[in-house]
């Protein structure tokens, strides 16, 4: 079991719990996500912060903070009564990297005999901030013993100070590539990128489980260059199958793949390349295996639906998954005489929900262009016939391999950054062909934000308590969650 937490709940933690030398209790509700199947453990989500007032504290002091009775009691019922799972923690504010005390024990113990007797199929968190640390315990459900729970925040680069989470939090775990052998990589094989990315490193790449959903022209370049970077464990989800257009861009596909589907094209190809590694070819839309999705740390999508992109930003969000996504924008004029490109881009988002901008955020979802994709054949014929949507909104979109092997490679470096540490990745990048200019954009979550902002589902899992599938975000304020960076920004380019 492990605890994930975004790095607005972070803040918001430290905002209450560290604002003076006084100790301070909060609550973090949490919704569950995995577990019911054997693809991973179960991950605790944090949805929200629930600070404690003063008020409400019986005691309160330097060195100790305890609810009234009755207080407590709400706290849990109220926790109880949104289907979450308290995590009850309380600060140190004179230590950095806090423990629990000998009074804390005895405290938890009094919890743990209450909390489990009352709510047996609940799970019951306890945890003590510092000024830069978090641990964490567990009792979970049908248990009666406390047990580490590792930390995991998703954005935690972007935290000043760095968080300290518990030992369990970057132990190797077991896993079964090399045979079996926890933490082992193929020294010989990775020699030139050892030396750059340090031995742990290359293990993080190794056993980090990543979906690359859609297998195109960007994906198949993804995926290819993730294996040979020395990713391991990969999730590939594509519903198609190899069209003659296709093989142009389609990196480990052959004339003689036209009509297997892509995924076992890439899947053959990827075994070829490393035998070690653990490749799922799922033949999909992604929509349609949300459980294979909760079982990786990282989801990196080059699809070209919209409605697709949307709804991986807002599973994103529900299941705090980091989600890379990647695309590209190739304009040309209409006159087919003097037919020019106009305009050749590329664009990648990270999105770390609650850490930085989601696709709502940003306004970047198209509501219309989404209901299109989802007519069926007759309804589509229709809108045809009667106007509402030209030829030209359905006929494919120019694509050319150069470009995408761009923006290919740029997120995988991303993805990269983000994995192994080396250096911040970037929340978002913008490639300018026609000028060659890379620009990168810092992003900030709108607090307003349908999807990850106060009232949205970040951390709901698939609760459906508040705002469902809300895909409206038309009257979003943009300027609010888009901050570029000036000239000379990190990791910005320019080629003349
Ligand atoms: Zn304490
Ligand atoms: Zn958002």
Same mark, same amino acid.
Not at 54 to 57: F, G, I, P
Not at 93 to 97: I, K, L
Not at 335 to 342: A, R, V
């Given at each position: 079991m492990q605890l994930v937490l975004s790095t607005s709940h972070v803040q918001q933690l430290r905002d209450h719990l560290l604002q003076d030398d006084q100790e301070r209790i909060a609550v973090v509700h949490c919704s569950t996500s995995g577990g019911d199947h054997a693809h991973r453990e179960t991950r605790l989500l944090a949805t929200a912060v629930h600070p404690v007032p &003063?008020?409400? !504290?019986e005691t309160q002091s330097r060195s100790a903070c305890r609810p009234a009775l009755d207080v407590e009691r709400d706290i849990t019922a109220d926790c109880r009564r949104h289907g979450m799972h308290p995590i009850v923690i309380h600060s140190h504010?004179?230590?950095?990297?806090p423990t629990f005390s000998r009074s804390d024990s005895d405290m938890m113990d009094g919890y743990r005999e209450w909390l489990t007797g009352l709510y047996p199929d609940m799970h019951l968190g306890v945890g003590v901030l510092g000024t830069h640390g978090l641990a964490t315990v567990i009792v979970p459900a049908a248990a009666d013993q406390f047990t580490d729970l590792p930390v995991t925040v998703v954005? &935690?680069?972007? !935290?000043d100070p760095p968080l300290t989470t518990g030992p369990a939090c970057d132990t190797p775990e077991t896993d079964t590539v090399n045979g079996g052998t926890p933490g082992s990589i193929d020294r010989e094989r990775y020699d030139r990128s050892i030396r750059a990315l340090t031995t742990s490193g290359q293990h993080r790449l190794a056993t980090t489980p990543i979906a690359v959903v859609g297998i195109g022209g960007l994906g198949s370049i993804i995926a290819e260059e993730l294996a040979r970077y020395g990713a391991h464990r990969l999730t590939v989800v594509d519903p198609d199958v190899i069209e003659p257009s296709n093989l142009p861009r389609?990196?480990?596909?052959?004339?003689?793949?036209?009509?297997?589907p892509k995924v076992s094209a890439i899947k053959q190809h990827l075994e070829r390349l490393n035998p070690q590694m653990e490749i799922s070819a799922v033949q999909a839309m992604a929509e349609d295996v949300p459980d294979l999705l909760k079982a990786v740390d990282l989801i990196v999508a080059g699809v070209d639906r919209v409605s697709a992109r949307m709804w991986l930003n807002q599973f994103a969000a529900r299941h705090l998954v980091p989600y890379v996504d990647a695309g590209m924008v190739i304009d040309v004029d209409d006159?087919?005489?003097?037919?020019?490109?106009?305009a050749m881009e590329g664009y990648i988002q990270l999105i770390a929900p609650g850490a930085t901008a989601c696709f709502d955020c940003l306004g970047r979802g198209d509501p219309e262009q989404a209901r299109i994709e989802h007519l069926s054949d007759d309804a589509l014929a229709e809108e045809l016939d009667r106007g509402y949507i030209t030829a030209t909104d359905l006929a494919p979109e120019p694509a050319v391999v150069p470009l995408n092997g761009i923006i290919a490679s740029k997120t995988v470096q991303l993805l990269a950054k983000q994995i192994t540490g080396y250096d911040d990745p970037a929340a978002s990048l913008r490639f300018e062909g026609l000028d060659n200019v890379l620009v990168e954009t810092r992003t900030i979550p709108s607090d307003n934000c349908p999807t990850c902002g106060g009232n949205g589902i970040l951390g709901r899992s698939d609760t459906t308590a508040t705002n469902p599938d809300r895909i409206d975000t038309n009257d979003l304020d943009l300027s609010l969650a888009l901050e570029t960076e000036p000239t000379?920004?990190?990791?910005t380019e320019e080629q003349p």
């Open positions: &003063d008020a409400d !504290l504010p004179f230590d950095a990297t954005g &935690d680069w972007l !935290l389609l990196f480990g596909c052959h004339a003689d793949h036209v009509g297997d006159d087919p005489d003097t037919q020019q490109i106009t000379g920004g990190k990791d």
